[in-house]
């Protein structure tokens, strides 16, 4: 290593620069991505196929989204308490690259929810612990520029995923060709994980203080109550995405109305993903010039979701699953940024742990109440997603990061 001093600020005593750990800690995202969003793209399909309904698309949708999120209450607390944040982040995406392939060739509907929730877990395991690693290096590249462009690469791997999907399940026409072939990224997720962990092992080196040695005893600051900007933060984003369309409940539509084919859902998907990467980059910029103003952005094109989506015109639709894709950019990039600038290192995780709870339950929330009112009145689901919306932009008003 250098004994520039210089150098030695810049890399953070590390052996690699924050923004080569950003960027390559993206390329794991890629891959991982190329697993779980190429299933994703044909996850309410594939139910479908197996004999559910609308709502029970919705419930599996919202729920795996709720395991996605909610058990971070205790993945984050244990990544603060332990230190042991790679050991976690390797353990939950190994769940995920693992469940993937197997979605594939189960035959029954029970099995094929277990997984989607399984796969789902996996992410739970490992993002208070990743979103950690990671911002700390964004404390010296600009917390959302560093998350938007990690987001930016996560979604190029949300674009190649279902577009290979796409093209297996159109070649052969069976679930579970398009569905194994996954397995590759999926075991080159986990040896570049592995690679860059023996790297850096380090990576809270990256910011100007240090984050403690575990200790046996847990230190005073882990102990410290999450800042009340944070809990006002958290209010903000569970109301909004009580009102957020999931893609399960979208693709249904699609395909039941007989507007797109099972084959192009993935394709769509893939558009929807390119947009979430423009929009995480756009706000990310954005953010880092004028602050939490720059998520107005959310509300509103969740809000115009519904509203296309649903929609018994093709272009319509087509739009709608766009902007959906757009909206989840913010959501994955921008809105993480801003629980880093909320909180301090010591109780980051737990944040992140709890934030991701909060959004777990909004979205399981969400997904059953859109699911439900699809089947029941589509003009009622759009009413009440812009109700929601709105009832956020109100909450936004009392989120200033820097307040504790």
Not at 167 to 183: D, F, N, Q, R
Not at 192 to 200: E, F, G, M, P, S
Request: hydrophobic content about 55%; aromatic content about 8%.
């Amino acid at each position: 290593m250098s004994t520039d001093p210089g150098a030695r600020r810049a890399d953070g005593d590390t052996g690699m620069r924050p923004w080569r750990f950003v960027v390559w800690f993206g390329t794991v995202s890629l891959l991982a991505d190329f697993v779980y969003e190429g299933a994703r793209s044909i996850t309410g399909p594939l139910l479908a196929s197996l004999g559910a309904t609308a709502t029970v698309v919705g419930l599996v949708s919202g729920a795996g989204e709720a395991a996605a999120l909610v058990p971070r209450l205790l993945s984050g607390p244990l990544a603060d308490r332990t230190g042991r944040f790679w050991a976690l982040a390797i353990g939950g995406y190994a769940l995920t690259v693992v469940s993937v392939p197997l979605l594939g060739v189960v035959g029954s509907l029970g099995a094929a929810c277990v997984l989607v929730i399984a796969e789902r877990v996996g992410k739970a395991i490992r993002s208070p612990a990743k979103d950690t690693l990671l911002s700390h290096a964004t404390a010296a590249t600009g917390r959302g520029r560093g998350f938007a462009v990690h987001e930016a690469l996560d979604q190029v791997g949300a674009v190649l995923g279902p577009l290979t999907v796409a093209g297996v399940l159109a070649a052969t026409g069976g679930y579970g060709p398009a569905l194994g072939v996954l397995a590759v990224p999926g075991g080159a997720v986990l040896g570049l994980l592995w690679w860059l962990r023996t790297r850096v092992p380090d990576p809270s080196r990256y910011e100007s203080a240090p984050r403690p040695a575990p200790a046996p005893a847990v230190p005073a600051p882990v102990r410290a109550p999450l800042p009340r900007a944070f809990w006002a933060y958290a209010a903000f984003t569970a109301v909004t995405m009580t009102g957020f369309t999931t893609y399960g409940v979208l693709s249904f539509h699609l395909v039941r109305r007989q507007l797109l084919t099972a084959s192009v859902v993935p394709v769509l998907y893939a558009g929807a993903m390119l947009a979430g990467a423009l929009g995480s980059l756009a706000t990310g910029w954005l953010y880092d010039r004028i602050g939490p103003r720059t998520l107005v952005a959310l509300p509103v094109l969740a809000a115009a979701v519904p509203a296309l989506g649903f929609s018994e015109a093709v272009p319509a639709a087509v739009a709608g699953a766009l902007v959906w894709g757009a909206a989840l950019g913010v959501q994955e990039s921008t809105l993480r940024a801003v629980v880093a600038d909320l909180v301090p290192a010591p109780r980051r995780a737990t944040a992140y742990g709890v934030f991701a709870a909060v959004v777990g339950v909004a979205t399981l929330a969400g997904g059953a109440l859109t699911g439900a009112l699809y089947a029941a009145s589509v003009p009622a689901l759009v009413v009440t997603v812009v109700a929601l919306q709105a009832a956020a932009l109100v909450l936004l008003v009392a989120v200033r990061p820097g307040r504790r």
